[in-house]
């Protein structure tokens, strides 16, 4: 039986001009050693800060019609030297995840065989963590003014809005995915202590849908005392819940701790599969190493694992994540970030080879 996926690939700026195409290589190679079992048809959009410059927009204001029948998105990052940052963001990246209501901001961080992250007392496999980033409202929600600017008395609101629907369905996603997870584990993170209105309607909630899930295990933290657990108990947590803001200050210091931004992977996801989900590597379009061929494209290979799993093609994640694991494990495959010298493309050949020898390692 042959699967066939229909995938946007949206490179973005910068180094996402890179990895992205080195990610669809590797999507190619995994359907080439299918022997037809897997078939993707890809169609690129070059939306970002050049589209920007010729079109004064970041992307079509009909472009999420275009990808409205993909089975997924590929993304590569948003961010342009000479373009402000919150139009690149709000006019690509969160244009998409809002449109197609991509409410859950799914992270996994570990440390791979061979990466020498800074947490010394730290033994592989006692860093394996998910954290589930509610990615639709909280503090990002948008909601917020400016009045009286450049005078004494300007003022300005960034207002954080949290609504019992989207905090429902965050936590009920965080518990179903830390339910499918070994060690059914949850902690919930919060700032109730200080902010006492939607903070305190969060732990409630979370109480609340705790109920459905009396299999799962579950604690509470406070946002700040948590960046000191993930530092100095890091096998004490597994998956973790946090509001939009928490949790994108806490996966970046959990993609520090597991060696580099450029491994991290993340997935825009649309539980209820009404929309394509997208995957993307954390890193953003880091310009100062861009056209040089330094470009760590872990990060989308990590990503393309979960668009697999997402696509519910896991032997095929499984493949490409074992690929990953082996080019890690060799230092001579590191690039500069990780302290290596290797280039984009020999990592991404590498990752192909690996690949199509699996399907050789299977025949034999
Ligand atoms: P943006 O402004 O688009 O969010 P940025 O240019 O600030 O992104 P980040 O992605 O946040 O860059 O990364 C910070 C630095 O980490 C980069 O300047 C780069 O040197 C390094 N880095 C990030 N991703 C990678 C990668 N995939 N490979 C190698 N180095 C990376």
Redesign the pocket.
């Known amino acids: 039986m042959s699967s066939s996926y229909s995938i946007a690939t949206i490179p973005g700026?910068?180094?996402g001009k890179e990895?992205i195409p080195a990610g669809r290589e590797v999507m190619e190679a995994l359907a080439a050693a299918s022997g037809g079992a897997l078939h993707f048809t890809f169609e690129d959009f070059g939306w970002g800060g050049d589209w920007y410059r010729a079109h004064g927009e970041m992307m079509p204001a009909d472009g999420l019609e275009a990808l409205r029948g993909k089975d997924a998105i590929l993304f590569g990052?948003?961010?342009d030297p000479h373009i402000p940052?919150h139009i690149t963001l709000w006019g690509l990246r969160l244009k998409i995840c809002q449109g197609f209501d991509q409410y859950a901001n799914v992270r996994p961080t570990r440390i791979l065989p061979g990466i020498d992250g800074p947490l010394k007392r730290c033994a592989p496999g006692q860093l394996d963590w998910v954290i589930v980033r509610e990615n639709s409202e909280g503090e990002y929600a948008g909601v917020g003014g400016r009045v009286h600017q450049g005078h004494p008395i300007e003022a300005a609101t960034d207002v954080s809005m949290m609504t019992r629907a989207g905090v429902e369905r965050i936590m009920r996603f965080a518990f179903n995915l830390a339910r499918s997870r070994p060690r059914k584990l949850l902690t919930v993170v919060t700032k109730s202590n200080a902010q006492r209105h939607a903070m305190v309607m969060w732990d409630e909630i979370a109480l609340q849908i705790s109920k459905e899930f009396p299999d799962v295990a579950w604690d509470k933290e406070l946002v700040d005392a948590c960046t000191a657990r993930m530092v100095n108990r890091p096998a004490s947590l597994d998956t973790i819940v946090a509001t939009n803001l928490h949790a994108d200050i806490l996966s970046d210091l959990a993609a520090a701790l597991a060696g580099?931004?450029?491994i991290a992977p993340t997935g825009n996801i649309d539980p209820e599969r009404r929309y394509p989900s997208m995957f993307e590597?954390i890193?953003?379009?880091?310009?100062?190493?861009m056209g040089k061929g330094?470009?760590?494209?872990v990060?989308t290979f990590w990503s393309v694992v979960m668009l697999l799993e997402h696509l519910g093609e896991a032997e095929a994640a499984r493949q490409v994540m074992e690929a990953v694991e082996h080019v890690t494990a060799n230092p001579s495959l590191h690039?500069?970030?990780l302290g290596g010298s290797a280039t984009t493309e020999q990592v991404t050949r590498a990752v192909c080879e690996h690949i199509a020898g699996t399907r050789q390692r299977l025949a034999a």
């Open positions: 700026d910068g180094i990895v990052s948003a961010g940052d580099s931004l450029g590597p890193h953003g379009s880091a310009f100062d190493i330094l470009a760590n494209p990060g690039t500069r970030d």
